[in-house]
C-alpha cells in the first residue's frame, strides 16, 4: 500500500474551495482520521486511488452499487443513452418505463413521481401527508436519517451522530417542533406522541430496517404494530426505502415484512448509480400532486434520462431471484468470517446485518435502537478502519454506518476482507 502523498495534496487543495474538501461531510474521515482517499476509477468490488492503490470497496456509493463499480450492461446503455441527449426538460418514454417496474415490483405504489435526490422525496411525501391529512405534525424516529431537509434533520443519526451535532443551526425551531421524535422499535411511544397530541399527526416516517445508525433490525412486530396504529389514527405510514428498496429483498423491506406503507421514498439503487430519488404510493395520495392536484413539486432534472437509463438497467438485472440469494450467501460468509476472527482477538462485537447490508458495531451489548448502537466504541472503530484501509478494504468511515456488499464481491474479495479483517482487529 502506497502512501497517500497525492490523495493529502488533492485534499489540501479540495478546501481551498468546497468547505472540508468535500461535497458530503462523512466522505472527509472525520470521524476516523487520516487522509480522504481520492478515487479516480472503480471496477466490480473495486476502487482505485489517485496514489494507486486500489481498495475492495464496501461503501459502493453508499447503497447504489449492488452490481458493483462501472457494470457492463449499465455503462454500455448509459453510452448509447448519452448520445441521444442528456436532458430535455420534457417527457420521455424511460421514465415510465422506470415507473411500471417499481410499482410492480412493490405493489403498494400505484404511482409515483421521480425527483434527484433521497432528500426531495421525503421532504416531498411529508409535504404531501400533511396535504393529504390537514395535519402538521410528523414522527419519526431516532437514529433514523431520511435526508436533509429541515423538518427532517432532527435525531438523524450517522453524519450526525458522527460530527456530535444533535441538530443543525439553520433550522428554525418552529419548523423542528413540528418533528416529534421516538425511540426506534418503541412501538408505545407512538402511541403516546398520538395521544399527546391528538388529530394532529399527519405521517410516521421510518426505515423500516435501519441503517443509518448502523444497521439495526426492526423487532418481531414493530412495523406490523406501527402500520396498525398509524391506520387507526388516520396518520399516513411513510417507509424511507431509499436504502432497503431492491436492497433487502427486490422489492424491499414492504415486501420482506409484508406491510404496505400509505407512501415511500427510494433513491439509491433505483438510479443505478446516477442522481435519483422517487416518492410514491396510493393513487388518491398521490393524485394530489400537481399538476394533478395542487401539492407543488417540480425538478430540472427530474427523471433525467440517463438516470432512469442507469436505473432500468439494474432492476431488470436485480428482477432475477437468483441474485438475492447470492448477495445473502456471501454477505452471511462475510458475517461468520468476520466474528470467527473477532473471537480470535477475544473482541467482544455485535455483528448487525441485513441481507447484504452489515455494521460491526464495537460493543457487546445488543443494539435495537439509536441509544443502544451509541454504546458502541467509536474510538476503537477508528483504529480498525485506519487497520482495514492499510490492508486494502475500504471500509464505511463511520461506526454508524452500515457496509454495502454487492453482487460484483466474488468469494476471494470476500476471504481476503475477512484476512485483513483479521489483521486489523490484532492491531488494535
Ligand atoms: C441516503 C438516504 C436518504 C437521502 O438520500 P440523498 O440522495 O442522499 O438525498 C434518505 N433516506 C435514507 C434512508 C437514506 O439512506
Known sequence: MKEPHKSGQLFKEAQRYLPGGVDSPVRAFKAVGGTPRFIVKGKGSRIYDADGNGYVDYVGSWGPLILGHARREITSSLK??????TSFGAATELETRLARIICAAMPSLQMLRFVSSGTEATMTAIRLARAFTGRDRIVKFAGCYHGHSDGLLVSAGSGMATLGIPDSPGILRQVAQNTLVAPYNDVES??????????????VIIEPVAANMGVVHPARGFLSNLRKLTKKYGVLLIFDEVITGFRVSYGGAQQLYGINPDLTCLGKIIGGGLPVGAYGGRREIMQMVAPCGKVYQAGTLSGNPLAMTAGIETLNILSNPQIYRQLEERTAALQDGIAEEACKARLPLNISR??????VFFTEAEVTDYE???????????RFFRGLLNNGVYWPPSQFE????SLAHSPQDIQSTIRAMGRAFKSL
Not at 441485513?354 to 455494521?359: F, K, N, Q, Y
Not at 443502544?372 to 477508528?382: E, G, Q, T
Not at 452500515?402 to 456488499?405: M, N
Open 80 to 85: 448509447q443513452a448519452v448520445m441521444r441527449g
Open 190 to 203: 407512538v402511541q403516546h406522541i398520538f395521544d399527546k397530541y391528538p388529530a394532529q399527526i399527519a405521517a
Open 354 to 359: 441485513a441481507a447484504s447490508l452489515l455494521t
Open 372 to 382: 443502544s448502537a451509541c454504546k458502541s466504541d467509536s474510538a476503537l472503530f477508528a
Open 402 to 405: 452500515a457496509a454495502f456488499v
